[in-house]
């Protein structure tokens, strides 16, 4: 049923792209790549699943974060179908980071899950700098994700070509970029589906990956990764330069290794911080 609906509201993305000469084949293959996405409004009539900010709890016994305080997620009011990750059913996602272009790429944030029922205790999170995180409720709306970029690293080095399988990617991503306002506009937030930033062209994730794998070779992270991004997914997005003065074409990923979600190995969160100033 939920492959049904995606596929519905791609409709207006099918049409154009048809309408522009792009060969039938080439975009259903495309619309196949289609994932559902959980974004996260600060506006309009969508049930509040979440907020920016408010009381930092944590459970006792958890270590202090080390990265400011974003955003927490109510599992629980999230629909299990809003995403293809293997969220947890319930508790809170909490989500930190740190806006600082030149940090560490292994410590620019992290990801916490505070079970349903644990006794917690409210603390003061590192503070956030210059910057002026939002607060106040983040409302869900169920969305499509057909991803942003269109190219990926040659295996043997050489540099970069179209998507394997789609020659088509960069055509698909503009038309995608075209009608991506009128099928799923944008969000503060997004929980799943295909990450994106002001300037994309690789997949974030398959950066991030990158980055996380350098950084377990440099001895600032603790492994084992995989280097195969088909390993990992997107856990959120926040497009912070749509929330914090400053920040314009700033954005921050979280994402994770699916088996390390299914096990629930939060602390296993890889963050990467993208701007474009």
Known sequence: MIEELLQDRLSPFRDEALSGGIPAGDVERWSTLARPCATLTRSGDGPVVGRFGGPLLLPADAPDPAHPFVASIDLAALPADATDLPLPPDGRLLLFAVLEHESDPAARGSAVHVPAGAAVVERNGPATGDAEYPEGPLRLRIDVSLPHHHAADLPDGSGRGPLPGHPRAEELV??????????????????????????????????????????????????????????WVLLADWDAGMDVECWEGATVHWVVQREDLVARRFDRVFTTFFWNP
């Open 174 to 231: 503009e038309v995608w970029d075209d009608t991506h306002d009128d099928i799923a506009p944008w969000g503060a937030m997004q929980i799943g589906g295909y990450a994106a930033e002001e300037a994309v062209y690789t997949d974030p994730v398959a950066d991030a990956v990158s980055d996380a794998v350098r950084s377990v070779a440099a001895g600032r992270w603790a492994g084992p990764v995989s280097d195969d991004p088909a390993d």
